[in-house]
């Protein structure tokens, strides 16, 4: 399967502890994205790597969240000391090099997180 | 600054009716319209796209959508349900800008009735 993957699926935590997600995008695209999606909203967007800089951050990307992409390849989202709020599903997506507008972004199946 | 309003948050129609889902965009620039599908425990899948040229746009699985600018609409359509068709669907505005920024609407669950 050449699509974007993500692990785990499934996390479940006790506040207070820290979690890591892994996203490995499809192998061209050098540019990746996050967003969170909880209930009832679509996804909002997180943070964006284009090679392995990260060039945007949204407001909602807490200090206790860090997002790193250290070879251009699969990124990692940590969320340090977690709180029942971070309970949501977490989305990875990676789209083609290049600025047409015509390049949809292609996404994972995401790392649904509860927090205890 | 770019917004998508999903006008709709549940629809319901009986299999083999039409579906309609309704979305409105606002962009500052000439922006690139999705659709997408989720399904339940299924990633995101790309249903039709608008990248400024033909306003009628055709996707998969018999959906199409139409772009009126002079309404900021794209609403997306089907003439004939099926019950596959049950899932949430989320409309999508991509700027031009750097990273061509992606805002979701907020979703809108289609009920497929036997």
């Known amino acids: 399967d050449t699509g974007v993957s993500q692990n785990p699926r499934h996390k479940i935590t006790k506040r207070g502890q820290n979690v890591t997600f892994r996203c490995d995008p499809i192998?061209?695209?050098?540019?990746l994205y996050w967003y969170r999606q909880t209930l009832g909203q679509g996804p909002e967007f997180l943070t964006y790597f284009q090679n392995e800089a990260q060039l945007e951050k949204s407001r909602l990307l807490s200090d206790r969240f860090s997002a790193e992409r250290p070879k251009g390849s699969f990124s990692t989202l940590e969320i340090q000391r977690t709180e029942q709020g971070d309970s949501a599903m977490y989305l990875c997506?990676?789209?083609?090099?290049?600025?047409?507008?015509?390049?949809?972004?292609?996404f994972g199946p995401g790392t649904r997180l509860t927090v205890l | 600054a770019q917004s998508v309003t999903q006008l709709d948050s549940h629809v319901s129609v009986s299999e083999g009716t039409p579906v309609l889902l309704r979305c409105n965009y606002s962009?500052?620039?000439?922006?690139?319209l999705f659709w997408y599908v989720q399904h339940p425990n299924k990633g995101l899948q790309l249903l039709l796209k608008y990248t400024s040229a033909a306003t009628l746009v055709k996707g998969i699985n018999g959906f199409e959508a139409e772009f009126k600018k002079s309404e900021t609409s794209f609403h997306l359509t089907k003439p004939s349900a099926h019950m596959s068709d049950a899932a949430e669907y989320f409309c999508v505005v991509s700027d031009s800008g750097g990273y061509q920024k992606v805002t979701f609407g907020i979703g809108t669950k289609l009920q497929v009735i036997p």
């Open positions: 962009s500052s620039y000439s922006p690139s």
């Open positions: 997506a990676s789209r083609p090099t290049g600025t047409s507008l015509g390049h949809e972004q292609f």
């Open positions: 192998s061209e695209h050098n540019r």
